[in-house]
């Protein structure tokens, strides 16, 4: 058998130099060659598993590119699938064809042996490859409908149960699989919210993925009743109430980690709607440079976030990330030797190491009370999850003026707009222009898969009518467009980026501010001191080849 050096040098993937470097770090580390490799950088993750399979002899397969037979895949059940981290991906005469990232796993194959009942072939695959994989292929879909099928059948005894039983009904019973089943499909397939509808003659589930929503399921009406009951019975909510809407929280372990679901119900004319939005803890810990700032923006936020007092504003519509952003913020102010405290409705993440309080406005815990009893714990930094009226941004203001950093969240449409936005309230003008320092407007377009996006230059007509920056005559530039494929599930588009307009609030923006100047007249100004526009920033994106200018079109005026 070749030695695995041997291998990479003859395929070209290493030269001499690295290879000698990795021997030597490898007798200081004691870990395997390919390891360190991997670890420093010279060698990727899956050029070392196409290596390795073929030291051991055993064919290697790109399942991102690797078209995979659905009736090889259903021979082994979803459990099977993730247990072992293996996919059944084709027939090969008389034998099933296996991807794993461990083909030495004698148990694997055996298990795979006896469910399918037929011999197995194993080739090679990367662990995240076949990840990836197993979430695209292993869903629940048909379960779900054969689940729906039982319930219609057995109705009557699935609401006498949910009646008498509540939270502790049997974990087999079709009515808890079914609700299990939606909200682990739904994290598998990266969705952000959950949307169970009664319509006139079904339910209708539909994901929100990369912010737009697709329609996964439609069950029997005569459901409806058991599976909203059992959603309200696990987020606590009061079942017997259907007249009013009412709020919840839920958390379920999926893959060992812990996630946690917000859930709303509304009451429609044919029922009780719900909306569960799924809360992935891993989001509140991201870094603020995976947040897709450019160099430029990034800059000013960091100047501002850095001193130790002032406001900072992030503003946009519901769903553009703006809380993401905040918590972001928090991660790279917050020190042991700093008081950060936070005032939400509701705690979306929890966080570590800081001070997170949950608005009660039921025991007289307002924005506005909470954040004036939490300037007398001796803050550093506070955190408001939203200003919603005069008496909450009177008191925040303050607390920027009085040596406090203060980041907080505004609904409205651009940066220079919330300055008006808190005169409207009734703050006055020059407080306002003293206090803030910083405004953050942000949408969320969706980025194009890196697996099947493809180049192509655009039609004159597609550049003016988007009011692209480019003339006629000029060289056109070269952009990247949506395919579809396996990986992005036929959209073209995996994953989301976010677009930013930053608005430092210098002197001259402040002596607008003073002045009552109308948002259009602050914008003229912030543009002419370098900031960028939401479009301006979204087009930068746009040749960079990560989303398209239907996307900037779709999510920006």
Not at 140 to 153: F, K, N, R, T, V
Not at 367 to 389: K, T
Request: glycine share 6%; aromatic share 4%.
């Amino acid at each position: 058998m070749k030695q695995l050096g041997e291998i990479l040098l003859e395929e070209g993937l290493v030269d001499e130099s690295q290879l000698m470097h990795a021997l030597d770090v490898q007798v200081e580390r004691g870990s395997s060659l390919g390891r360190v490799l991997v670890e420093l950088g010279i060698l990727s993750e899956d050029d070392l598993v196409r290596a390795l399979a073929q030291q051991v002899g055993l064919e290697y397969v790109d399942l991102d590119e690797f078209a995979v037979d659905r009736a090889a895949v259903a021979l082994v059940s979803a459990a099977v699938a993730r247990k072992y981290t293996v996919l059944p991906i084709q027939f090969r005469d008389d034998l099933l064809v296996v991807a794993m990232s461990d083909p030495g796993n004698v148990m694997a194959l055996d298990d795979i042996r006896q469910t399918a009942r037929m011999q197995v072939m194993p080739v090679v695959a990367s662990h995240d490859n076949l990840v990836r994989a197993i979430d695209r292929y292993v869903r629940a879909d048909h379960e779900i409908d054969e689940l729906a099928g039982a319930l219609e059948e057995q109705q009557d005894e699935v609401e006498i149960d949910l009646a008498n039983l509540g939270g502790s009904v049997d974990d087999d019973a079709p009515i808890v699989r079914y609700v299990n089943l939606l909200v682990t499909q739904a994290i598998t397939d990266r969705a952000s919210d959950i949307h169970i509808e009664p319509t006139e003659k079904d339910l209708r589930v539909r994901y929100r993925i990369d912010g737009v929503l697709h329609e996964m399921q439609r069950s029997p009406k005569q459901i409806a009743g058991g599976v909203i009951s059992r959603v309200k019975i696990l987020s606590d909510i009061d079942i017997a109430e259907r007249r009013k809407p009412q709020d919840g929280r839920m958390s379920v372990t999926h893959n060992g980690k812990k996630i946690d679901l917000r859930v709303a119900t509304l009451p429609t004319v044919w029922g009780e709607k719900i909306v569960m939005r799924i809360l992935d803890n891993s989001t509140a810990r991201l870094d603020l440079r995976d947040l897709s700032f450019s160099d430029s923006n990034f800059e000013i936020y960091q100047e501002s976030y850095k001193k130790p007092y002032g406001m900072i504003l992030v503003t946009g519509p519901t769903g553009s990330g703006k809380s993401t952003t905040l918590y972001a913020t928090l991660n790279a102010v917050s020190k042991p030797e700093i008081n950060v405290i936070t005032v939400e409705d509701p705690v979306e993440y929890r966080l570590e190491g800081i001070n997170q309080v949950q608005v009660n406005p039921k025991a007289g815990l307002t924005f506005a009370s909470a954040l004036r009893s939490i300037l007398r714990s001796d803050p550093d930094v506070v955190l408001l999850g939203e200003i919603r009226d005069h008496e909450t941004a009177q008191i925040a203001i303050e607390a920027a003026l009085t040596g406090h950093l203060v980041l907080s969240t505004l609904h409205t449409n651009d940066a220079p707009s919330a300055v008006t936005r808190l005169v409207e309230m009734g703050i006055e003008p020059f407080l306002v222009g003293s206090a803030l320092d910083c405004v953050v407007a942000q949408r969320l377009a969706r980025k194009l898969c890196d697996k099947c996006k493809e180049q192509y230059v655009p039609e004159d007509e597609e550049l003016t009518g988007a009011r692209f920056p480019w003339l006629p005559g000029e060289q056109k530039p070269v952009l990247m467009r949506p395919v579809g494929c396996t990986t992005c599930s036929g959209t073209g588009y995996r994953g989301r980026l976010a677009l930013h307009e930053v608005m430092q609030v210098t002197e001259a923006i402040e002596r607008h501010a003073v002045a009552g100047s109308s948002s259009a007249d602050i914008a003229r100004e912030a543009q002419a001191s370098g900031m960028q526009t939401l479009r301006h920033d979204g087009w930068g994106k746009v040749l960079e080849g990560r989303t398209t200018i239907e996307e900037i079109l779709r999510v920006v005026a």
